[in-house]
Nanobody
Framework: QVRLLESGGGLVQPGGSLRLSCAASASDFVMNRMGWYRQAPGKQRELVAQITYGGTTNYADSVKGRFTISRDDAKNTVYLQMNSLKPEDTAAYYC?????????????WGQGTQVTVSS
C-alpha cells in the first residue's frame, strides 16, 4: 500500500513562495501520476497540477506561470514550487498519487497541508 507524507505548508505573505513536498512510501509500485489538489473553505476540491511518469505536466489556469510541479522518481517524491502567491491560493493542499503494482491500480491521497497567504 502506498502512504504519502506531505510537508511544506505554512503562512506566507502575498508575493511570497512556498515549496510543498509529498513523499510516497512504497516499494515496487509505479507512480504513474502524481499531483496536487487544493480545497478552500466552502469550495470543491480542485486540481492544481499533475505530472505523469513521463514528465508531462498539467496545471490549473489560475496557477500557470506561478507554480511548478516536479518529481524525483529516485525518492518517489513530488514537489510543488509556488511563487507569487496570492490570497486566493489559500487552501488545504492535498497530494494525490495514482500508482500501480502489477495489474492493480491505486489512488492515494495525503492528509493535506495548509497554505495561508495573508499579510
Amino acid at each position: 500500500q502506498v502512504r504519502l507524507l506531505e510537508s511544506g505548508g505554512g503562512l506566507v505573505q502575498p508575493g511570497g513562495s512556498l515549496r510543498l513536498s509529498c513523499a510516497a512510501s512504497a516499494s515496487d509500485f509505479v507512480m504513474n501520476r502524481m499531483g496536487w489538489y487544493r480545497q478552500a473553505p466552502g469550495k470543491q476540491r480542485e486540481l492544481v497540477a499533475q505530472i505523469t511518469y513521463g514528465g508531462t505536466t498539467n496545471y490549473a489556469d489560475s496557477v500557470k506561470g506561478r507554480f511548478t510541479i516536479s518529481r524525483d522518481d529516485a525518492k518517489n517524491t513530488v514537489y510543488l514550487q509556488m511563487n507569487s502567491l496570492k490570497p486566493e491560493d489559500t487552501a488545504a493542499y492535498y497530494c494525490n498519487v495514482q500508482s500501480s503494482w502489477g495489474d492493480v491500480s491505486y489512488d492515494t491521497w495525503g492528509q493535506g497541508t495548509q497554505v495561508t497567504v495573508s499579510s
